[in-house]
């Protein structure tokens, strides 16, 4: 079964790590509502990114003759450029920024016992994690130590749910699977079993989205409000129509509104 999270959480939280530490904001933080303006832009990238690689999915899965290498390859290949793009709307902004364990911590500790794995530069400097979620395939379960920790990891405990909503679907196939007696998952199917993920992460990260532009229109984003607006433009965001009020002008107090926006 796929390790759908893992490659882009891996990269997700390298450039994250670099953003932040260009910009001297603190990698750790505590976790916060996704009903959240300043919480928009992070939702909008990983609701793009799941749209993007659904895409590269069902591309795959319509490919005759898939081959392991192939789809190995295409898979990696589109984990990298979406992590990319995405880092380059929201990978500096630190609302958006996952958790990292300070260094030498109990916690950092806590999250090693548990099968989360830190990554290093030369120097053995820790510049990010691979959250990598994996699924033992024997028995269609999760590590519950890797669980038990994953909601705290993300901007948002909405963001999280979705991720969760998404393996929950591979679970569930795998469930589906080995009751029919079926034999492994071919590239083609897998490539379909991740359509499935991606779009249950979708749903979720849709209802996620409304509650953070829900709270666009009663308080706006403090911290450094242009941020917000570059954001909007680049993922095409309006407030109106997330909450699907047709067409009506933005809040005069929304980050989001389209005039007098800086870059």
Known sequence: MPRSPGLRLALLCLAAAAALAASGAPAARAQTSCADCCMLPCIEGQLWEAAYMKGVYQRMS???????????????????????????????NPHCAWYMPPQGSPEERRFVLAGYKPIHDASGAVTGW??????DVKDCTMDKRKLDIYPSLTPCEGMARAVLDHEQKHIDDCD??????????????RAKNEVNGYEAEMNALQQVRRQAAQACTEKSCPDRPWDFERAARLFHTDIQAILGLGKVKSPSKSPLRRGGARG
């Open 130 to 135: 691979n959250y990598d979620l994996e699924m």
């Open 62 to 92: 319509k490919i005759k003759g898939l081959s392991e290498a192939a789809f190995a390859q295409r898979e990696a290949d589109a984990h990298q450029l979406a992590s990319a793009i995405r880092g380059m709307y929201v990978g500096a």
């Open 176 to 189: 589906r699977q080995q009751t029919k007696g079926l034999s492994a998952p071919g590239p083609a199917q």
